[in-house]
């Protein structure tokens, strides 16, 4: 059975990208009416593969045959009639058009539907600057973040920032639809891939160097250990993000005698002989050993998936990840089920033959003269949601949630506190309350309430059902048994709240043969495919560095409002299954979708890429001055005049992209000779004024107050209790109305007790100091 939770809603698409596309996939799925409007001769998307376009008269192509499954398609321009009354009786049209045409079809500034545009930067300075992928992964500080350091930065492939920027649109629309049809006040949505990306992979970095009190000298970018390293027959995937985990790597490869009273990774010495001998035990190991014995101690391990071996691993086999229908080819399945059913695409992707004419949509969306919500009134307003999650990719979700004006209220214990806190607070372990002073968790718990309960106990468990029966919505994203060992499983929540939509985030589903196993981030990048086609041309699969969590939680997010229709159109709660690695997955579904069609497995090519040529990152005058460069076949020219029309960029050969991708070697060599004598930052305004996408390469770890980022208020400046006054991030995309995101800091270790505890529970003081007094609830972790 399949879900058609939103087919109350129309869809109007304006794009010829990725970004968009993927966003309104996830609407097609759950069943809206989604209709693409494509030029004369059609989407770029039908002729887009990783090895250029396809050319004329090919069938269409892979990623389009899985994007635009269970989508119709009309032909036209925003500026004909029939199409400017398309959009104006949708409820939610997505475009990556310029400000102008939206601005004369009526659709901005004062939008009676939900507006979203999506753009590699956003409306801002660069708001008409060539852009793509390739340039917003430098200027948000994502490339510079990643490689070695005495080679180039690098960037993620994958179009990275592309995908996020998609996945973080889709649940904003939502939410802005709804409340559409509650209020008729109609919203813009402008997201920045830019920013997107900047959360997805920079790990913080910016608030963690603001605390520490400087950014240290030298190259900012890094290859994680243990990430993805050497076997003795190829390579596996490790990720020790807890100190317990690295502790029993190094158990596991013979070396406890190198464990002490602190942590390893706190002694330069015990940190170096320890992955000294973590890489030669792995070198001296099979894969398969390695899977066999990490996955025995619970070590969060994987094999380096691509689009070839993935479809055939034991667990997606037993749980039918991969299909061919409606797409005509092996893909991912849609990233969540609820009550057992998954969204699916009703129909294969319409072919050039089933395009339509333009006509109006059969439901008319509303349309007022306010453009913005009442004050205070935000989307999500009046919705209560129980946040038992840890780390980031649960977070996330919630956060988002949050920000949309969620009553989130976030569920840790003094026992064992979230497990983000001590992960990225290792820089400040000596100092007092050096919990509170982790990047991560204060980044994506704004404007959450913070309590403490012990599930571990009767007591605790007992109070954390009373909450179960106020909430709306609970999310959480343990193993499956952690939750079932505590008794807090669907069949007891839907007792206790029969209306409650329970989330459920465990990274490899709630069945499978690896059902059970542990599972972050770095552990889908390398599993997914993001890691294959990372890297250098000469070396390992590299991981991009943490998007799979934060767009794990977006995907989640995007669940919980899909599952909230269901559940207001039937007065009945249900349960979603959000697996982490189906998130992933759909984000490097083009490995399995090219492989599919193909028969071509994705390949490392560094920097480059085969559908713009030159594309790279080369070093300018200074210390660490990088610019990134991105061509595309028309801005060839304008590059060729800039450097002075040299003769070597004569040759016609060059004039298309493929040629140039032949030539690469030839033009790196000219190209680093030419910007190793210019400045970067006059450069990087002479290549955009020319028309060529071009970029800084921003340092990861001073990147937020950037013009780019400060001009569109992306991180804005909170009192955070601890540590003082410090700029945070906010979500990737402006609203029209909300001129701020945050109304409160993330909240100290079990801050709300009193608050929540009284409030929602009725609790008096004697039986909360009773609580504390028995280490049901606290504001210390236990032992310290």
Not at 349 to 357: F, I, L, N, S, V
Not at 369 to 398: F, R
Not at 671 to 684: H, K, N, S, Y
Not at 770 to 780: A, C, P, S, Y
Request: aromatic fraction near 6%; proline fraction near 7%; charged fraction near 20%.
């Amino acid at each position: 059975m399949t879900i058609d939770a939103l087919d109350r809603y129309t869809v109007v698409e304006l794009t010829g990208g990725v970004a968009g596309a993927y966003a309104t996939k996830l609407f097609a799925d759950a069943g809206a009416d989604v209709i693409v409007v494509e030029p004369v001769d059609g989407s770029a998307l039908r002729r887009t593969t990783r090895w250029g376009p396809l050319p004329e008269g090919a069938p269409d192509g892979p990623l389009w045959r899985w994007l635009a499954a269970g989508k119709r398609s009309t032909v036209g321009v925003l500026g004909d009639p029939t199409i400017r009354q398309l959009v104006r009786s949708a409820h939610i049209v997505v475009a990556d058009l310029p400000t102008a045409p939206l601005e004369e079809a009526g659709l901005l500034p004062r939008p009676g539907n939900v507006v979203v545009t999506i753009s590699p930067f956003g409306r801002g300075p660069l708001d008409n600057a060539p852009g793509n992928d390739f340039t917003a992964q430098a200027v948000c500080g994502s490339i510079g973040g990643r490689g070695q350091p005495d080679k180039e930065p690098l960037y993620a492939a994958g179009r990275l920032s592309e995908l996020a920027a998609g996945v973080f649109a889709a649940p904003a629309a939502l939410a802005a639809a709804q409340q559409l049809l509650r209020t008729g006040v109609g919203a813009h949505i402008d997201v920045s891939a830019a920013e997107a990306t900047l959360i997805a992979t920079n790990l913080f970095q910016d608030l963690m160097y603001r605390m520490i009190g400087f950014v240290p000298p030298g190259p900012g970018r890094m290859i994680m250990f243990p990430g993805i390293e050497a076997t003795s027959d190829g390579w596996i995937g490790l990720n020790t993000n807890s100190a317990q985990k690295l502790e029993d790597l190094i158990v596991l490869v013979g070396r406890a005698d190198l464990l002490g009273d602190t942590d390893v990774r706190s002694d330069p010495i015990r940190k170096a002989e320890s992955e000294s001998s973590i890489k030669s035990w792995l070198k001296q190991h099979t894969t398969d050993e390695v899977l066999k014995l990490a996955t025995e101690l619970r070590i969060p391990v994987a094999p380096i998936g691509n689009g070839k071996m993935l479809p055939s691993l034991d667990h997606f086999v037993a749980r039918g990840v991969f299909v061919d229908e409606p797409y005509t080819v092996r893909a991912p399945r849609p990233h969540y089920a609820i009550d057992g059913r998954r969204p699916a695409a009703r129909h294969g992707a319409p072919t050039r033959a089933e395009r339509t004419q333009p006509e109006s949509t059969a439901a008319t969306a509303p349309r007022t003269d306010v453009d913005s919500p009442e004050a205070g009134d935000l989307p999500l307003a009046g919705l209560k949601v129980l946040d038992a999650t840890a780390w980031w990719a649960g977070p996330s979700s919630t956060h988002l949630l949050a920000a949309l004006g969620a009553d989130v209220v976030h569920v840790e214990s003094i026992q064992v506190i979230d497990g983000m806190r001590p992960a990225a607070a290792l820089p400040f372990a000596s100092m007092d309350e050096w919990w509170e002073r982790s990047c991560f968790f204060l980044n994506i718990n704004t404007n959450k309430r913070g309590i403490t309960l012990d599930l571990g106990s009767q007591r605790g468990r007992e109070l954390f059902l009373g909450l179960v029966a106020w909430a709306d919505v609970m999310v959480e994203n343990y193993t499956p048994r952690v939750i079932e060992n505590w008794d807090l499983g669907w069949e007891r929540l839907k007792e206790v709240n029969p209306r409650l939509v329970m989330c459920r985030m465990p990274a490899f589903g709630l069945d499978g043969p690896w059902r059970d196993r542990v599972g972050f981030a770095q552990t889908m990048e390398q599993l997914s495919g993001l890691s294959w086609v990372t890297g250098y041309r000469d070396g390992a699969p590299l991981m991009p560095n943490g998007p799979c969590d934060p767009l794990g939680g977006m995907h989640a997010a995007f669940a919980v409002l899909t599952a909230l229709e269901l559940r207001d159109a039937t007065g009945v709660g249900c349960q979603i299954e959000a697996p982490l690695v189906e998130s992933a997955l759909n984000l490097a579904a083009e490995e399995v979708l090219e492989y599919s069609a193909f028969g071509r497995v994705g390949e490392r090519l560094g920097n480059r890429c085969r559908e713009r040529a030159p594309q790279g990152v080369y070093r300018c005058e200074g210390d660490e001055r990088w610019i990134a460069v991105s061509v595309e076949d028309d801005q060839w020219p304008a590059l060729v005049d800039l450097l002075g029309a040299p003769e070597w960029a004569q040759d016609p050969a060059l004039s298309t992209v493929a040629g140039r991708f032949e030539a690469h070697d030839l033009l790196d060599q000219h190209l680093a000779e030419w910007f190793g004598a210019q400045g970067r930052d006059e450069t990087v305004d002479r290549l955009l004024a020319a028309g060529v996408a071009a970029a800084p390469v921003v340092d990861s770890r001073d990147v937020v107050t950037h013009p780019v980022f400060e001009a569109r208020g992306f991180a804005e400046w909170c009192d955070l209790p601890v540590v003082g006054r410090l700029p945070v991030t906010t979500l990737p995309f402006r609203w029209s109305g909300i001129d701020r995101w945050i109304r409160f800091p993330a909240p100290t270790l079990g801050q709300h007790n009193h608050e929540v505890l009284s409030s929602i529970l009725g609790l008096d003081d004697a039986e909360i100091e009773q609580l504390e007094e028995e280490q049901v609830i606290g504001t210390r972790p236990v032992g310290l």
